[in-house]
């Protein structure tokens, strides 16, 4: 029988137990199950076969893996180039004092992240169409030339993923960034117009390092989740032509459930899991999320 104290010094813990027992059924248990599943040869039924690093042996010479590490770097490269200075300059315009609808602008830029991806693929499928597309009229009507085959070609398919990711994800960056412009204080925007400091001026000497814990959350998480990146290239491209699409995340799942080769797929993930941990850390380091200064 414990004792009244014993009991008030154990209840905290007892508080916050359920979180950390499913903290380790949902992932650390999982992680161990597929370290341990990446040295071994299954197919889903039977007992696993222990192949040791095999898999990893076999997975540094594999082509397509190689491939799919190089088209994700090239995704994570655009997000962080292109999406989240994209972002930026949105939010920018919408914090604009005397915007008039800015309520229907923010809802126009989030509404592409609460679409079912079914219905964003459907809709890229159409405008990327080599006859009939919207992209290739636009390129006719405004230049005179269009026929692009955007989803066939693989430099051109590559973009169209990029442009999915641009178009469906930078909406919901912004929130982020128009949260950090609400707070910067207006008296510095007013000492910097006293000091005669134009707009871009402003800018770059007020708004762009009052933003940077945001903007540093915001890198790292783009970074971090286009390293994962699976819907975009899966829906609209399903990794072609070729492979001059394919993903991590696709190729894993590509081993795992078309091939049936899960204990080659969880080898890949173990990988990506050690690149995206990495990308993560050294994004951390550089960028210093979470210090104060």
């Known amino acids: 029988m414990l004792s009244v104290a014993r009991r008030r010094a154990l209840a905290p813990y007892a508080f916050i137990s359920p979180f950390y027992l499913l903290y380790a059924l949902f992932l650390i248990v999982p992680i161990g199950i597929g370290g341990y599943l990446s040295l071994t040869e299954w197919a889903g039924l039977g007992t696993p076969l222990w192949v040791g690093l095999d898999n990893y042996t076999r997975l540094f010479g594999d082509a397509s893996f190689l491939t799919a590490i190089v088209n994700t770097l090239l995704y994570v490269l655009f997000s962080v180039c292109v999406v989240v200075p994209a972002a930026l300059l949105i939010a920018q315009a919408l914090n604009a004092r005397g915007l008039r609808g800015r309520d229907f602008f923010r809802l126009t830029f989030f509404i592409p992240v609460v679409l079912s991806p079914i219905i964003i693929a459907l809709l890229f499928t159409l405008f990327y169409d080599?006859?009939?597309?919207?992209?290739?009229?636009?390129l006719r009507g405004f230049f005179g030339w269009g026929g692009i085959d955007w989803l066939g070609e693989p430099s051109w398919a590559k973009l169209s993923v990029m442009l999915l990711v641009l178009w469906r994800w930078t909406g919901y960056l912004t929130i982020f960034f128009l949260a950090g412009l609400k707070n910067i204080p207006r008296e510095l925007y007013e000492a910097a117009a006293i000091d005669g400091a134009g707009r871009v001026h402003t800018f770059f000497n007020v708004t762009l390092p009052m933003l940077k814990p945001v903007t540093a959350f915001?890198?790292?998480?783009?970074?971090?989740?286009?390293?994962?990146?699976?819907?975009e290239p899966m829906l609209l491209t399903k990794g072609g032509p070729g492979e001059a699409t394919l993903s991590v995340a696709m190729f894993i799942y590509r081993e795992a459930f078309t091939r049936q080769q899960l204990g080659y797929a969880a080898a890949a993930g173990v990988v990506m899991f050690v690149i995206v941990f990495l990308i993560g850390r050294t994004a951390n380091a550089v960028l210093g999320v979470g210090r104060e200064k």
């Open 218 to 231: 915001v890198a790292v998480t783009v970074m971090v989740g286009t390293a994962q990146i699976l819907e």
């Open 130 to 138: 080599r006859e009939y597309g919207l992209f290739n009229a636009a």
